[in-house]
């Protein structure tokens, strides 16, 4: 099925869902507290919207901003959702009252296998999340850091034009973004455990495999998301698909970590100084801050947020040289 035919698909299975839903909580519905909400569309008004609110909802919402105001209130399921389309509202409410609205509603496709409780971009504001926050920021980010690995980025880009090179001599056809694929992934892999992930176009078309079914489960909408009474049905079958596909990436990361351990040990060890023994020496210091578990989880959230943009987006909307574009910034970033 091509992406347009799943989404409209995805996007009429909502618009049933929500209505039969809808029809469900109304009866018996118990008296609720009431907000002082800004004002917004009406459902049905939404209903008529449905389709062009899931494909370009900027557009959507830029339209009822002109109606409604900078301040508007959108019900989306069961879920009441706030928008904001002044760049002066944001900056209040970003700055000055960021810690009342610092927490996110959690994706389905997220909350599998405790990953909601260790991912920086989704667990509560807490001291966990203020030492991994500072441990990206001084250890993991820092322009020290990014500085050492600049050669090693140079390196694979280096790879990556000899492999084109040769491939041109012959007469070879280079599948663009396989090949950009799988420089990214082994500057990641370097740049976490100093070794290659992929040496082979099988390998890389199992990562690419995983990586793909595991961004399309995140980024596809998810009745359940909206509403919460289907989350042991699971109709979309997106949480068993992010579930294993997460599950995969865990495993070799716990691997490559084992592996690490072992070699530690030994009295000859030198350390490579790659984010792996970083986080390790953290652990060693302060096991409560840093442990093996918090680490499998930080290098997929750091894997995942570099592949979002790389997988989802390209494998939807053909920007060819996007691609080149995405995958130069990547490898000289600073």
């Not at 301040?71 to 009441?80: A, T």
């Amino acid at each position: 099925m091509n992406p347009e035919m799943y989404f409209a698909s995805t996007m009429l299975l909502l618009f049933l869902t929500y209505i039969a839903i809808i029809l469900l909580s109304l009866i018996g519905r118990t008296k609720k507290k009431k907000y002082n909400l800004p004002p917004g569309p009406s459902l049905l008004t939404i209903m008529r919207n449905v389709f062009e609110l899931g494909k370009k909802p900027q557009y959507s919402l830029a339209k009822f901003s002109k109606i409604y105001g900078p301040i508007m209130h959108l019900k989306l399921g069961q879920i009441s959702t706030i928008v904001i389309s002044s760049p002066n509202i944001a900056q209040e409410v970003f700055q000055t009252h960021d810690l009342s609205i610092s927490d996110r509603t959690i994706p389905q496709a997220v909350a599998v296998l405790g990953h909601e409780h260790f991912s920086l971009p989704f667990m509560p504001m807490s001291n966990l999340w203020r030492d991994l926050r500072k441990i990206c920021k001084n250890n993991l980010f820092s322009n020290k850091t990014l500085d050492a690995s600049r050669e090693l980025r140079c390196k694979k880009l280096q790879q990556l034009l000899c492999d084109i090179d040769r491939s041109s001599l012959v007469g070879e056809a280079v599948d663009v973004e396989k090949a950009a694929f799988k420089t990214l992934l082994n500057v990641l892999s370097n740049t976490f455990f100093s070794m290659d992930f992929v040496n082979s176009a099988g390998e890389t078309d199992e990562y690419k495999d995983i990586v793909e079914s595991l961004m399309t489960a995140i980024g596809t909408p998810n009745l359940v998301d909206f509403f919460p009474i289907l989350r042991m049905f699971d109709p979309q079958g997106i949480r068993g698909t992010s579930s294993t596909c997460a599950e995969k990436l865990l495993q070799i990361f716990d691997s490559y970590i084992t592996k690490r351990l072992e070699l530690r040990e030994e009295e000859n060890y030198v350390t490579n100084g790659d984010m792996l023994d970083n986080l390790l020496n953290i652990s060693q210091e302060n096991g409560q801050m840093m442990d093996t578990t918090k680490i499998q989880h930080l290098f997929l959230v750091n894997f995942l947020s570099i592949f979002f943009y790389f997988i989802f987006i390209f494998n939807f909307i053909y920007y060819p040289c996007f691609v080149y574009i995405c995958l130069i910034i990547l490898l000289f970033l600073k």
